[in-house]
Nanobody
Framework: QVQLVEAGGGLVQAGGSLRLSCVAS????????LAWFRQAPGKQRELVAV???????SYADSLKGRFTISRDNAKNTLYLQMNSLKPEDTAVYYC?????????????????????WGQGTQVTVSS
């Protein structure tokens, strides 16, 4: 059974930091590109960051410099380091996976290619 389980969310003051993690099981981790999405109340889900199976990263323009995505293939774990948090970062954060083995190590999937999702973890940033 494939599972993505997020952890690390919580309440933090503006300017603080959080590190989210997502542990994957039931899949060959290295054959997947991984991503973090977020969804704030009343808003559409948005892509935060992506990391290809080979470690190529991509970020939403508005988040560059504050957020860092990484993966530890030995631990089947995806991370999102979030610094200088702002109240507008408040959202449920989801990890997602897309199988990209046949497309190469640097392939970054389109948003609609992610078909494995975690349950989400709440991040709340107070002002």
């Amino acid at each position: 059974q494939v599972q993505l389980v997020e952890a690390g969310g919580g309440l933090v003051q503006a300017g603080g930091s959080l590190r989210l993690s997502c542990v994957a099981s039931g899949l060959t981790f290295t054959r997947y590109a991984l991503a973090w999405f977020r969804q704030a109340p009343g808003k559409q889900r948005e892509l935060v960051a992506v990391i290809s199976s080979g470690g190529i990263t991509s970020y939403a323009d508005s988040l560059k410099g504050r957020f860092t995505i990484s993966r530890d293939n030995a631990k089947n774990t995806l991370y999102l380091q979030m610094n200088s948090l702002k109240p507008e970062d408040t959202a449920v954060y989801y990890c997602a996976a897309a199988w990209t083995y046949s497309r190469g190590l640097s392939y970054v999937p389109r948003q609609n290619e992610y078909d494995l999702w975690g349950q989400g973890t709440q991040v709340t940033v107070s002002s």
